[in-house]
């Protein structure tokens, strides 16, 4: 009997042993994966961290906060003539497709480019698309050179996709330590291998009438840009005032004019209504005519 009962006793203790074996290999296998995400979610945030501070090492322009600037001042409803129409819906599924968007003053280039913008990313915002814009301005050409774009467009590119940033890491590790600046060849090779990593890249230039062409930072940005989209698929869409040496650039390539469409003029009018005195909110005819009005004086501009 006394043997017999060591015996239970040996095998009661080898069934918990085998138990507590399996429960902590039970805890292993369903622990492992769940340290294994926490510790990729760790490093894709530190690698984040990183790129963040290597974009703003690379430019310290902000083209991204300036484009919700704009869109945040739109009608909604504006600008439906120009993401519909032919010309743009051929430049958005086209192959290295350039798409030249002149226009008069006041005709309201900026925000069919801020719409544009807006409009690729609500559309590929899934996808593997690279998206960047430039906003040119006169007031701004002494830190708008060719270098200066082209550093503003990779950051932004790089911004979107850290994983795809490591030619920018690289420039900032040959650089940063001995605070120089990458040159315009460097930034350029750069930007062709960040963007051959996206299937596809669109680049919106707006107004190049304000980039300063003094010193061929406009041509040069434009030659340069040219000479890259022959090596990567790069859709460039760009706005200007009627400048002939601009218009003479795209002379070829597929145009569509913008103009103040009466019907976004007619949809900016009506969004305003409402800051006018009560006796004409209460009149619709009224409103009509302060509409027609308004087309007829604004007239494309």
Known sequence: ?????LDNKTADSGRKLSQAIRDDTTFIKTAIPVLT???????????????RVIADWLSSTDFPAQQSDFISRRQ??????????????????????????????????????????????????????GIASVYCNYKAQESQTTTDLVAAILKQLVQERPLFGEPVAALHKRHADRRTRPSLDE?????????SCYSKVYIVLDGLDECSDSDSTRSELLAKLRSL????????????????????????????EIRATDADVKQFVAGQMNRLRNCVQRNIDLQVEIQDR????????
């Open 294 to 301: 308004i087309v007829q004086a604004v007239d494309g501009m």
């Open 37 to 51: 995400a926490e510790v990729k979610c760790v490093r894709e945030s530190q690698d984040n961290q990183r790129y």
């Open 187 to 195: 930034l350029l090779t750069a930007l062709g291998s960040v963007s």
């Open 1 to 5: 009997m006394h043997v017999y009962y």
């Open 229 to 256: 989209q022959t090596k990567t698929d790069i859709g460039l869409m760009a706005t200007s005032r009627f400048v002939p040496k601009v218009v003479q650039f795209f002379e070829g390539f597929p145009m569509l």
């Open 76 to 129: 909604e409803g504006t600008g439906l003539w120009f993401i519909n129409s032919p010309e743009f819906t051929s430049w958005l599924q086209g192959t290295k497709q350039t798409l030249f968007c002149p226009g008069i003053p006041g005709a309201g280039k900026t925000m069919i480019a801020a719409i544009a913008v807006d409009h690729l990313w609500k559309t590929f915002q899934e996808d593997n698309i």
